[in-house]
């Protein structure tokens, strides 16, 4: 019998036994030594998986909505974490770095009605407080039809849009409208025109982007500091037709960032004599504000349920589990590989990331690791193209379609991949929109976001797809499994034989 074909009969096999006998316990699955795929995939559960969710969500419940890097909210989950591991047989390893913290801006309506509105931070903002006339900047509010492309208002965008606008005083704070042109353009005019702050909106016919007030004006164009001075600050749609009106006046209030020390969570499954080291990596903060379950409690808990049914296994090589902190601003992982010694460096085989895997409109996307469909952006480290080719397996094997993802520079990835590390990525979608043809992929909805709730308040523990968690991380348990026995597919290195590569061949999902 083939070696494929033995495979594959073991996971028809534990699939029958499952819905005959009943799948192993929790209690056998805390005994047992996971360390075959079939074993392995029994254990890592949704359920599973979900208990850390939930956990996650009651941290964010007692923390204000926020578990992000710097807050309260963030010191619980990496407790939370820590707990788990160690509860697991683990000693875990606080890996500290430094990050300039942003608390949010605040803003006040003061006339004609008292009001205070929610805010979200615009990166590169100045600092200092603001009080006087909100002056209202060439803004397309309420005109009918809406642009076809929501980003074809141009407020602010030429230096003429503040002609015969009056901030000359000492206090003006200018309105603008999102589109055309970036933050950093429009408020560049505004500071110039003589604005001493801007707030900023997206207009509500960009749908999918209504309730986003969060954004950066950080660099211009060419990738140059803006070095704005002046504070900058988001409000929602709604808010931003009641301070369009006559007379508004108000007070902008942006502290200035301080430096705090945040920590990463390590943890290592202790390999053999082979000296490679497998990473597996999830951010575990959210942005500001947001309880953040599906960004990126979703990839936490994957990993942590894998390190958990993993911690009797005797691997290879060694599995370094990393949370990273301030993930949501890739803070965390790069202060962690910029920190390693070049011998260090050179000891990762790989590194696997995942960030956000059970989006509530998801599709199944995997990093573009053999530049099939990116030849726009940079060759990835040579190992990608095998780690993509294990995933695709994976998904094959389950009948389940998937597309290829380019780099876009906004997970953890990015610091391994400037090491020049082979990296794998799984994800499920964000603020894109889903299409028609991926509907017919992967049902969903056509025309809503992969994640409604990326950024905001209601990424809760609603703001889940078990179906595609459940998928995701068998994903990830069996790519780890796969990577802390044989790395030879990605970097060449002779690994052990029962974990050889059999293409075509993949694991049944848990139940
Ligand atoms: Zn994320």
């Not at 029994?42 to 939930?54: A, F, M, N, Q, S």
């Not at 959210?286 to 894998?306: K, Y």
Request: aromatic share 8%; glycine share 10%; charged share 20%.
């Amino acid at each position: 019998m083939c070696k494929a074909c033995t495979l594959t009969l073991l996971f028809v096999l534990v699939a029958l036994s499952c819905g005959l006998i009943g799948c192993a316990g929790s209690d056998a699955c805390g005994s047992r030594t996971n360390d075959t795929q079939a074993k392995l995939l029994e254990c890592v559960t949704v359920d599973g998986v979900r208990k850390h969710l939930t956990a996650l969500q009651a941290i964010a419940d007692d923390h204000g909505g926020n578990r992000a890097a710097g807050t309260s909210g963030y010191d619980a989950s990496i407790a939370y974490v820590v707990d788990t591991l160690q509860d697991a047989g683990y000693e875990t390893e606080l890996h500290a770095f430094d990050f300039a913290f942003e608390p949010p801006a605040s803003l006040q309506q003061i006339a004609p009605v008292k009001a205070t509105y929610e805010t979200g931070n615009i990166r590169g903002s100045g600092t200092g407080t603001v009080s006087g006339p909100v002056i209202p900047v060439d803004l397309a509010l309420g005109e009918e039809p809406w642009p076809a492309d929501p980003f074809n208002s141009t407020s602010g965008c030429e230096a003429s849009d503040f002609d015969g606008l009056d901030f000359s005083g000492p206090s003006d704070i200018a309105l603008l409208q999102q589109g055309a042109c970036i933050f950093s353009a429009k408020a560049s005019n505004a500071e110039k025109a003589g604005a001493e702050a801007v707030i900023f909106f997206v207009e509500e016919a960009f749908v999918y982007r209504a309730d986003q007030y969060v954004g950066t004006a950080a660099l211009l164009l060419d990738g140059s500091p803006s070095n704005l001075t002046i504070p900058l600050i988001g409000v929602r749609f709604p808010q931003s037709v009641a301070l369009s009106q006559e007379g508004v006046e108000a007070i902008v209030d942006a502290a200035s960032a301080k430096v705090v020390t945040e920590v990463n969570v390590l943890a290592e499954l202790p390999g053999g004599e082979s000296g490679e080291v497998v990473m597996v990596g999830a951010h575990l903060d959210s942005v500001h504000g947001t309880p953040g379950i599906s960004d990126n409690g979703s990839g936490s808990a994957a990993i942590l349920e894998t390190a958990v049914q993993m911690s009797k296994v005797k691997p290879r090589n060694t599995v370094r589990f990393a949370w990273w902190g301030t993930g949501s601003d890739l803070i965390g992982s790069k202060a962690y590989v910029n920190g390693l010694s070049q011998e260090a460096r050179d000891e990762i085989a790989l590194y696997l990331n995942f960030d956000m895997i059970g989006s509530p409109n998801h599709g199944f996307f995997i990093f573009d690791g053999d530049y099939s469909d990116s030849k726009d952006t940079a060759l990835p480290p040579a190992g990608s193209a095998e780690i993509e080719k294990l995933f695709e397996s994976y998904y094959a094997e389950l009948g389940l379609p998937f597309k290829s993802i380019k780099f876009s520079g906004s997970s953890d990835h990015g610091s391994f991949i400037d090491a020049g590390i082979p990296v794998g990525w799984l994800f499920t979608g964000a603020e894109g929109v889903k299409t028609e043809e991926e509907v017919e992929l992967w049902g969903g909805t056509t025309g809503d976001r992969y994640d409604p709730c990326y950024h905001l308040a209601c990424d809760t523990f609603d703001n889940i797809n078990f179906e595609a968690l459940d998928v995701n991380s068998d994903a990830a348990a069996y790519s780890v499994l796969q990577y802390a026995m044989n790395t030879e597919e990605v970097n060449g290195v002779r690994g052990k034989g029962n974990f050889q590569l059999d293409p075509g061949v993949g694991p049944m999902p848990s139940k």
